[in-house]
C-alpha cells in the first residue's frame, strides 16, 4: 500500500533553518505530482509547494525565496530557511498518483510532520 513517510521538523528559532524529507512507497507507478502543505491551528490547511511531473515547481508567495522544494527518486525534500514564527505548522507530504500538473487536491497524504519557530 502507499506510504508517504515524513520526517525532520522540529523546533528552531526564527531565522533558522530546517530540512524535511518524505520517502514515497507503494506507488506502482511514480506518483505524477508530489508537494508539501501546512496547517497551523485554527486554519485551513494550505499548499507550501510542489512539483509535478515535469519537474516544475511552485512554491506558495508566503514563502518564496526561503524554502525549496527538491525530489531525488522517492525521496521529497523541502529546505526551509530564514524560518518565522508564522511558518509554525503540521507539515504535510502529499502526492497524487495521476495529476500531471498538481491541480487537484492530491489523493495520498503522509501523518505530518511539526514545524515550531519560536
Known amino acids: 500500500h502507499v506510504q508517504l513517510v515524513e520526517s525532520g521538523g522540529g523546533s528552531v528559532q526564527p531565522e533558522g533553518s530546517l530540512r524535511l524529507s518524505c520517502v514515497a512507497s507503494?506507488?506502482?507507478?511514480?506518483?505524477?505530482?508530489m508537494g508539501w502543505f501546512r496547517q497551523a491551528p485554527g486554519k485551513e490547511r494550505e499548499a507550501v509547494a510542489d512539483?509535478?511531473?515535469?519537474?516544475s515547481r511552485l512554491v506558495a508567495k508566503s514563502v518564496k525565496g526561503r524554502f525549496t522544494i527538491s525530489k531525488d527518486k522517492n525521496t521529497l525534500t523541502l529546505q526551509m530557511t530564514n524560518l518565522k514564527p508564522e511558518d509554525t505548522a503540521m507539515y504535510y507530504c502529499?502526492?497524487?498518483?495521476?495529476?500531471?500538473?498538481?491541480?487537484?487536491?492530491?489523493?495520498?497524504w503522509g501523518q505530518g510532520t511539526q514545524v515550531t519557530v519560536s
Open positions: 502529499a502526492a497524487d498518483a495521476a495529476d500531471v500538473t498538481c491541480t487537484r487536491w492530491p489523493e495520498y
Open positions: 507503494g506507488f506502482t507507478v511514480n506518483p505524477k505530482c
Open positions: 512539483m509535478d511531473s515535469d519537474g
